[in-house]
């Protein structure tokens, strides 16, 4: 029997602070008009006004959103170096509303050449975790560079010097951090001062300096202007990363940086009750866990769910099955055979719901991945089911998840949600002598010996393990919902694991709890990634019963004392007006038109 899910009960979904006291406890110095703003014709959302304002002057301009997608990421590698970059990756969806396009940019970073399987286990057999996420060696090939280029050449309609402009300008000028990136500065300072370059620019005696300028990256974004990407891949600024790679023994030769490819790939789309999901497809696991989360709901005898935290407890379970799957069968599609269409297939999500109990939580170790293989059309004959561990329960590390999401919508109605990071807080630490930008931390996001957890404490498979020119799995989520068959939400999130169930309680808040972007965006989240078995907890995201509730059906509930996602959203609402809501937990901004 297919149930639908009742508003009244899932008004007690993801039940957390009203949206006043989330914007009280997390909104400290940007303006909370800055934060929203409506307008008629485009709209830029970002985790830096700057960045934002100049995408939105882009949009003025007659640029399109892939446009302004390609200039705010060059800006917010400048004013947000802790995530903003050229030195890492991410992915970029992009709708193009005059003939219903959906089409997504991949560029994810890759394992250099000389990476391997045990690059990060010692002669013991150990991990050595610090060398996966800090230095030299923690860096993956990057793909920024190739991935704007490639949506641009593709889709821009503005030159690429145009594009540029505004970054080199915010490089050369005096640039006062604003209060986030002097707390990421605080927080990331024992890595940077390991790698002089990026410390000496920003920190004085220990502390963000109260301003800087940036001139060798200004003169690697003049490099980009004129020369386009040949000069990062092949030219002058390969060999300024080559250098690098040298002098602190890192793995990324020239041959790595020529031979990388953005990729264009097709979009997943899934619906859930009248919505569609337009979301990211592997190597990001962001798009699977989410419609699997979304299916698993869809389907649940929730008519009957009445009692304070049951509807939390269901959601919950269905997320972990979700990560038991993400982590055991999602990879690089073009290395490993994933079962796509059974993790997707209505029938298997009926198998895994049954499993849910409504009034006991599944212990992890009892939780492993399902059978997808068995329901999907072209089970590979030879190939043996991969499993996690799932006995371990790792620590959390304390690492600053450091990704960034920008949404768009132009005049035309082209609407672009891009992702994009350097994995930890200024990746690995290492700034490219003489060229002024941080290099990624990605390769902690490959399963440097499967079974063992990660910065974000994932526990995956052999599915995910390294191996040379392979994209890391990522759980970056850019995402577009449609309603009626017209884009209704652009949104993404930084966070890493954290990034899906954001998106996940945004789209749950606006459609079934029926609030405003603003309030969905700033209500109190929950986080469970099946391993380590722990709900993680924003403060206030808890009714007494709630917790009450979910403690007796078995959670193991952890506060979360500083969040970790943060979501930069647009809705478009019935008469067309756009209305962006940037997330109150970190200091970006709305710029409309
Ligand atoms: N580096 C975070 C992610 O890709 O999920």
């Known amino acids: 029997m297919r149930l639908r899910l009742r508003p009244r009960a899932l008004r007690a979904l993801w039940i957390g602070a009203l949206a006043s006291i989330m914007l009280a406890c997390f909104a400290p110095s940007v303006p909370a008009q800055r934060q929203v703003q409506r307008a008629q014709r485009g709209m830029v959302v970002s985790r830096h006004e700057a960045a934002s304002r100049v995408g939105a002057d ?15 990421s060059m800006a917010l590698a400048v004013v947000l170096p802790q995530a903003g970059n050229i030195g890492g990756g991410g992915f970029l969806l992009f709708h193009r509303a005059s003939d219903d396009l959906f089409t997504f940019i991949d560029y994810r970073e ?3 050449a000389a ?5 990060y286990v010692d002669a013991a057999g150990n991990v050595d975790t610090m060398a996966a996420r800090r230095g030299h060696r923690s860096v993956g090939v990057p793909g920024t560079v190739a991935g704007l280029h490639l949506a641009w050449t593709r889709y821009g309609s503005l030159p690429w010097e145009t594009l540029l402009e505004p970054a080199i300008r915010l490089a050369e000028r005096n640039f006062r951090p604003n209060d986030e990136l002097k707390r990421a500065l605080a927080a990331e300072r024992d890595k940077l001062e390991r790698y002089p370059e990026g410390a000496s620019l920003m920190l004085s005696r220990g ?43 890192g793995l990324i030769t020239r041959d790595d940086l020529a031979s990388y490819r953005a990729i264009e790939r097709t979009p997943l789309r899934g619906r859930y009750r009248d919505l569609e999901i337009v979301c990211a497809p592997p190597p990001s696991s962001g798009g699977v866990t989410l419609l699997q989360i ?39 599609p073009d290395f490993v055979q994933m079962p796509l269409r059974g ?36 089970p590979p004959a030879s190939r043996a089911r991969p499993r996690a561990d799932s006995t371990r329960v790792p620590q959390l590390q304390r690492e600053s998840p450091e990704t960034t999401h920008v949404s768009i919508v132009d005049v035309e109605g082209n609407a672009v949600a891009l992702t994009t990071t350097l994995n930890s807080g200024f990746g690995s630490g290492v700034m490219v002598q003489g060229a002024g930008f941080f290099l990624n931390n990605e390769m902690d996001d490959f399963d440097a010996q499967p079974g063992q957890p990660n910065q974000f404490g994932l526990v ?39 990034i899906i169930t954001a998106i996940l309680q945004i789209i749950l808040n606006v459609y079934e709890r ?38 007796r059906t078995g959670h193991r509930l952890r506060n979360l004392p500083r969040t970790k996602s943060s979501a930069q959203c647009i809705a478009i609402e019935p008469d067309g007006t756009l209305f962006g809501v940037a997330d109150p937990r970190t200091q970006g901004a709305a710029v409309g038109y």
Request: aromatic content about 6%.
């Open 58 to 72: 882009i949009l003025r301009s007659g640029g399109n959103a892939v446009d302004a997608a390609v200039a705010v």
């Open 110 to 112: 890759t394992a250099p």
């Open 115 to 119: 990476a391997h399987r045990d690059l």
């Open 207 to 249: 502390k963000a300096r109260r301003r800087f300028k940036q001139p060798e990256l200004a003169q690697t974004l003049r490099t980009l202007a004129s020369e386009g990407p040949d000069a990062f891949y092949r030219g002058t600024i390969a060999a300024a990363i080559e250098r690098e790679m040298r002098r602190g023994g």
């Open 294 to 332: 979304l299916g698993l709901l869809e389907g649940f005898e929730l008519q009957a769910i009445e009692r304070p935290g049951q509807t939390q407890h269901v959601a919950l379970e269905a997320t972990a099955r979700a990560f038991a799957d993400r982590n055991t069968f999602l990879g690089d």
């Open 343 to 378: 993790l997707l297939s209505p029938r298997y999500l009926d198998t895994r719901r049954r499993t849910i109990s409504l009034d006991r939580s599944t212990p992890s170790h009892f939780l492993a991945a399902g059978d997808a293989w068995a329901f999907d059309s072209e």
């Open 460 to 498: 995956g498979g052999e599915i995910n393990a390294i191996e040379p020119g392979k994209r890391m799995l990522s759980s970056m989520a850019p995402t577009i919902v449609l309603r009626d068959g017209e884009p209704w939400l652009v949104l993404g999130a930084r966070g890493g694991p954290r």
């Open 514 to 551: 029926r609030m405003n972007l603003q309030e969905a965006v700033a209500a109190g989240r929950l986080h469970h990634q099946w391993l380590p078995d722990v709900v993680w907890h924003e403060e206030g995201a808890l009714t007494g019963e709630v917790r009450a509730y979910l403690e």
